[in-house]
């Protein structure tokens, strides 16, 4: 293993550094379709099925950043839902809230808030750490490889 920062010169002095931050990019980037199927499996596992919770939650949008700069490698995984009206709270569900209408009244007082199991979000996506990792050393190891063949 080499030092990120010995590498991050090499690249910041490489005649064609965009295509091969991209391919970085890219090779980091692989794991995210399983982080995705992971977090929708365990929302509708864990989650209530009745009155389709689990459903509503699973069809949350999962998408992936890769940042990578002079001083880190960084892949950052968010979740996000549109509703009626505005934007879901998903970060809330993941805590192990959600407010929910009483007998499908939707009035200003007549909501409630329902306690469901915490992490369907979380849990998967930091068990995927370790994939995330390897394939930030994998994407390393090709810009080291393209570092050295010129």
């Known amino acids: 293993m080499t030092d990120w920062h010995i590498v991050a010169a090499q690249i910041k002095a490489f005649d064609d550094r965009r295509a091969l931050v991209k391919a970085m990019r890219t090779a980091i980037r692989k794991p995210l379709p399983d982080i995705r199927k992971a977090i929708k499996k365990r929302a509708t596992d864990t989650l209530p099925r009745r009155g389709g919770l689990g459903k509503w939650v699973a069809s949350t949008r999962v998408n992936g950043s890769v940042q990578v700069n002079s001083r880190r490698v960084r892949m950052r995984v968010r979740g996000g839902r549109n509703s009626t009206g505005s934007r879901s709270d998903v970060k809330s569900i993941d805590r192990g809230r959600v407010r929910a209408p009483a007998w ?22 930091s068990d995927a750490s370790d994939e995330v990792l390897g394939a930030i050393d994998d994407a390393v190891d090709l810009a080291l490889d393209q570092l050295r063949r010129g």
């Open 104 to 125: 499908g009244r939707r009035g200003e007082n007549d909501w409630h808030t329902q306690s469901v199991p915490p992490g369907f979000f979380t849990t998967p996506a």
